[in-house]
């Protein structure tokens, strides 16, 4: 619970990335407690028992696996956004896809954003399967130098810069 309200104040004062590690640590929390229930009410098997005192587990693994209640689901939502915006459309999708088994008006918004996902996915896919630098670059030849006037060849051509792109902007991550 003191997880969630950190975020909360957190996402309130504009610290986003300090209020989604809270977010991710209160869905983790949950889902060790889940464990631990489960644990206490059966048996489990030696293997199990081993995975489940390592208290390390994949963020997909917390994500698909943690029971979705309303703090989850705010939790979920946010981190949905918050991995939108900063390009990471795989994770932000698995949370999306979680909440639509929730049946609060968090599913709904869930499943707009999912789209947009998955809409920003379909067309980041289409852009890099275009051509070997990530997309349709339209570019104008640089301009040919008059042969009689070898002094202008400076003020004739295009700036370097200004014929290549920057490929700081491109996502080069598999």
């Known amino acids: 619970i003191a997880t969630r309200k950190l975020a909360i104040l957190y996402q309130e004062e504009g610290h986003m990335e300090k209020a989604a590690r809270c ?3 209160h869905l983790e929390l949950r889902y060790q407690a889940q464990l631990a229930a489960a644990h206490h ?18 963020m997909e693994q917390v994500f698909n696996m943690v029971h979705v209640d309303a703090p989850e689901a705010e939790a979920l939502l946010y981190l949905s956004y918050y991995y939108r915006d900063n390009g990471e459309l795989d994770i932000a999708g698995i949370c999306c896809s979680r909440l639509l088994e929730y049946p609060g008006p968090e599913k709904e918004e869930g499943k707009a954003l999912l ?20 997309g349709t670059i339209k570019q104008k030849p640089p301009r040919k130098s008059k042969s009689n006037d070898n002094n202008n060849n400076s003020m004739e ?12 902007s491109f996502d080069f991550s598999p």
């Open 41 to 58: 009410q059966q048996s489990p098997s030696k293997e199990a028992t081993s995975s489940q005192t390592n208290n390390s587990f994949g």
């Open 157 to 168: 051509e295009e700036a370097p810069s200004s014929r290549f792109v920057d490929e700081s």
């Open 23 to 25: 977010y991710l640590r």
């Open 115 to 134: 789209r947009e996902i998955r809409s920003r996915m379909d067309i980041q896919h289409h852009t890099n399967n275009t051509d070997d630098v990530g």
